[in-house]
């Protein structure tokens, strides 16, 4: 079991899953196989970070089994600590997938119901030495979307996290087909998201979570400042807001990024991307990208256009871990897309 180094720079909590992507590009209703995959929003951030250098710790709750401890053995292979991983109940939280391309959208079918971490109570987890040390916590809408306990064991954590110091940062992660346990994401995420210091969000779970609306005809830069500006007054403790966008261009993929920090806008141009291997994923290198440039001093400019690069970077891999190095990013900045064969 990987031991967390004192101080942890940031401790994550979230369910941890296996994915199962259709071979071969095929529908559900054609393939015989599935590529298996590791996953999970905060895991995925917190396998970027701690590639990028970062001291993670990763907290969740799994069966005692075998496919449980193979994918935290993999966590542990990528510098992620799981020594506050908590162990119980009977099944590993699932979800499918079946890839899209320019005609017709990627399209996932969810099997989280009844999941050790669907079933996690309060009290199983001791907050106050999970968040010991900790420089920043960071969750994101996934964790409470599955079961009413684990939004009570959210609300558990972040009043632990308030009262410790801890920086809080938060990922809205919109799922709308995860939300039947009789709650709606309304009546729940704002409670959650009061403390957070850290926001990444997008416009449609803004308008999900709070009501906001910005005007469809304007371009994302100003839809971004109408957004934050409504967010500011929902959040008071907010001084960071991260938000990514993508677009096409016949069959070329846009993707570009707004920040706002201390009041001050910034965006970056973004990425022509002219083939996408899997889209799963990005948000979370995004959110991993500007955790690593607010955590090393990085100047806001630079901290867009490193956590943008993060985000183009995982459209290039399969599965959910953005499985790159910070001098790939960096190189990234300088030449994007690249066919290239380094020798």
């Known amino acids: 079991m990987m031991m967390t180094p004192s101080p942890v720079q940031v401790t994550a909590f979230g369910e941890f899953m296996m994915r199962l992507h259709s071979a071969g590009s095929q529908r559900f209703l054609q393939t015989q196989e599935y590529k298996a995959y590791y996953a999970g929003a905060e895991a995925n951030a917190c396998v970027l970070l701690s590639r990028l250098g970062v001291t993670t710790r990763y907290v969740t709750r799994v069966p005692q ?5 193979a994918g935290i053995q993999q966590l542990q292979g990528h510098g992620v600590a799981t020594d506050h991983v908590v162990y119980g109940g009977e099944k590993l939280g699932l979800y499918f997938t079946e890839p899209g391309n320019h005609i017709r959208p990627t399209r996932v079918i969810y099997d989280r119901a009844g999941s050790s971490y669907a079933e996690l109570q309060p009290g199983m987890i001791d907050w106050t030495k999970s968040l010991h040390d900790s420089q920043y916590f960071h969750w994101s809408g996934v964790a409470p979307a599955v079961s009413q306990s684990a939004a009570d064991v959210c609300a558990e954590a972040l009043a632990v996290a308030k009262q410790q110091g801890v920086i809080i940062s938060a990922d809205f ?31 449609d779970s803004a308008a999900v979570y709070y009501g906001i609306n910005t005007d469809a005809n304007a371009p994302l830069e100003e839809r971004f400042k109408q957004c934050s500006e409504a967010l ?18 016949g069959s070329v993929h846009i993707y570009s990024g707004a920040f706002m920090h201390k009041g001050q806008y910034y965006f970056s141009a973004g990425y022509k991307l002219p083939y996408i291997t899997d889209q799963i994923g990005t948000g979370d290198a995004f959110t991993a990208g ?21 985000g183009a970077l995982k459209q ?5 871990w953005a499985i790159i190095s910070k001098l790939e ?15």
């Not at 309304?186 to 969000?201: F, G, H, K, R, T």
């Not at 807001?241 to 677009?247: D, I, P, Y």
């Not at 290039?316 to 959910?320: E, Q, R, T, V």
């Open 173 to 203: 992660n919109y799922r709308s087909t995860l939300w039947k346990y009789g709650k709606k994401a309304a009546d729940i995420m704002p409670a959650l998201l009061q403390s957070s210091e850290i926001v990444v969000a997008d416009l």
């Open 316 to 320: 290039s891999i399969h599965g959910d």
């Open 290 to 310: 500007m955790l690593y440039g607010l955590m090393n001093g990085l100047e806001p400019p630079v901290i867009i256009e490193f956590a943008t690069a993060c």
């Open 329 to 343: 990013v960096e190189q990234f900045i300088l030449t994007g897309s690249s066919g290239r064969i380094i020798r």
């Open 65 to 69: 089994n075998d496919i449980a401890l």
């Open 232 to 249: 500011k007054k929902q959040l008071p403790d907010m001084k960071t807001l991260g938000m990514s966008f993508r677009k096409t261009d």
